[in-house]
């Protein structure tokens, strides 16, 4: 049966930023398709709330505290999982995310952190999590958690975009380095129903404007990115590596524009 190549029994997956949104609804699909899972983010409460839903899906889930920006951490994290239920099949690299900034009003401190936080932790986590697959289960998959932002220019994101560009870079070219044993691909999302999103879904006017300039005529939600990720970790999606998928609606523009000051001279010019 071809809904068998979905099912992701007595696999083991890592999502980072499982604490809500994105995180915690693929956390709780990958439960529902049959996996264990590891939960990880700075907030215990709200991993302990997503590791019930996962056992209300009838897995087990183990929540471990995780800075992504700590390297110590990661490593904490791949080992907390190996320890706990002896093997490591799946990571999703969900954490990730900078506030919209004017390209003149962001300060290189800003800029480096967002390429951190959204491309340089995601590379130490993976390069951490396909040693221990192959060393656990020969194996394994790499979903990587991008955004629209990284491939279609949007004004006042400059360093949301260049982080989750980096980050599909870093998919391609693991792909190609990892192949045949890790099976790295990206996510390209776009505008979905969380805690990000509130200005958006809160603000009648921008909202409509939204839905009116997105194809399928509605915000996303995290279940619409979260099965994308269960194909992409599942057995279905085996001669896939690479990708870069977009679930966005089927927008091929920006559904609302960040409005951003023009630029201006500093002095008088003679």
Same mark, same amino acid.
Not at 77 to 102: E, K, M, Y
Not at 131 to 157: E, H, L, W
Not at 186 to 195: H, M, P
Not at 205 to 229: K, S, Y
């Given at each position: 049966?071809?809904?068998? @190549? ?6 083991? #997956?890592?999502?980072?930023?499982? /604490? ?10 990958? #439960? *529902?398709?049959?996996? @264990? ?8 409460? =709200?991993?302990?709330? %997503? ?19 700590? *390297?110590?951490? $990661?490593?904490?994290?791949? =080992? ?5 239920? /002896?093997?490591? =099949?799946? $990571?999703?690299?969900? #954490? ?6 004017? #390209?003149?009003? %962001? ?7 967002? $390429?951190? !936080?959204?491309?340089?932790?995601? !590379?130490?986590?993976?390069r951490l999590a396909a040693q221990a697959m192959v060393d656990t289960g020969g194996a394994g998959s790499i979903v990587n958690i991008s955004s629209r932002s990284g491939d279609m220019v949007m004004t006042g994101m400059i360093a949301y975009a260049a982080g989750k560009a980096a980050l599909n ?8 380095? $990892? ?10 999302? /776009?505008? %979905?129903?969380?805690?990000? &999103? @509130? ?16 194809? &399928? ?30 679930? =966005?609606?089927? %927008?091929?523009?920006?559904? !609302? ?14």
């Amino acid at each position: 049966m071809i809904l068998d @190549d979905f099912r992701l029994t007595h696999q083991v #997956a890592i999502v980072t930023g499982a /604490g809500a949104g994105i995180g915690r609804g693929t956390a709780v699909a990958l #439960a *529902e398709a049959g996996a @264990d899972v590891v939960v990880a983010a700075r907030t215990k409460s =709200d991993l302990d709330d %997503t590791v019930r839903e996962i056992e209300k899906a009838g897995r087990s889930g183990l929540s471990v505290v995780t800075d992504v920006m700590v *390297e110590e951490d $990661l490593t904490n994290l791949v =080992d907390a999982a190996v320890a706990q239920f /002896g093997r490591l =099949d799946i $990571l999703v690299n969900n #954490a990730g995310g900078t506030a919209p900034l004017p #390209a003149m009003h %962001t300060s290189s401190e800003y800029f480096s952190t967002a $390429l951190h !936080f959204n491309a340089t932790a995601p !590379f130490v986590l993976s390069r951490l999590a396909a040693q221990a697959m192959v060393d656990t289960g020969g194996a394994g998959s790499i979903v990587n958690i991008s955004s629209r932002s990284g491939d279609m220019v949007m004004t006042g994101m400059i360093a949301y975009a260049a982080g989750k560009a980096a980050l599909n870079m870093m998919t391609f070219n693991l792909a190609a380095e $990892l192949a045949p044993r890790v099976r790295v691909n990206a996510i390209g999302v /776009g505008g %979905t129903a969380t805690q990000a &999103m @509130d200005f958006v879904m809160n603000n009648e006017p921008l909202r409509a404007q939204f839905e009116q300039n997105t194809p &399928m005529r509605r915000i996303g939600t995290p279940r619409d990115i979260a099965a994308a990720v269960v194909y992409l970790a599942s057995p279905a999606s085996s001669w896939v590596t690479g990708v870069f998928l977009r679930v =966005d609606g089927g %927008t091929t523009a920006p559904a !609302f524009t960040i409005p951003v000051p023009p630029l201006q001279e500093t002095k008088p010019v003679a």
